[in-house]
């Protein structure tokens, strides 16, 4: 079973967290079963930039991001090469550091 550990975000997890998670499973749906919210305006459907993360470790174990989430992902605030929308990156056997950025580009508030 593979951990993800996020690295401390000031609103999100202040202590930082590292949890279980299953593989197959997205970094985003993980996150919000150990109640670590990341904000995800579009209800997981890759139509924004709000669960932006960088996977700082474990990066080259994730598959290859579609074209559709490249797309969106250009629009990220703090874009790095090791950005992913973790609605659409799906756990593979290694274990992950996440870091979630300190803002995102959301068009649309949701109440989540």
């Known amino acids: 079973m593979p951990k993800l550990k996020f690295l401390p975000h000031e609103v999100m997890c202040p202590e930082g967290a590292e949890i279980d998670a299953d593989t197959g499973e997205s970094i985003l749906n993980a996150a919000l079963a150990k109640d670590i919210h990341i904000e995800h305006a579009c209800e997981k459907s890759c139509a924004c930039t709000t669960c932006h993360v960088i996977v700082r470790e474990?990066?080259?174990?994730?598959?290859?991001?579609?074209?559709?989430?490249?797309?969106?992902?250009?629009k990220a605030w703090g874009l790095e090469p090791e950005s992913r929308l973790s609605c659409q990156a799906l756990i593979a056997e290694d274990d992950l550091v996440i870091e979630i950025p300190k803002y995102t580009i959301n068009m649309v508030s949701e109440d989540h």
């Open 58 to 74: 474990g990066f080259h174990s994730l598959e290859e991001a579609e074209e559709n989430e490249e797309d969106y992902l250009d």
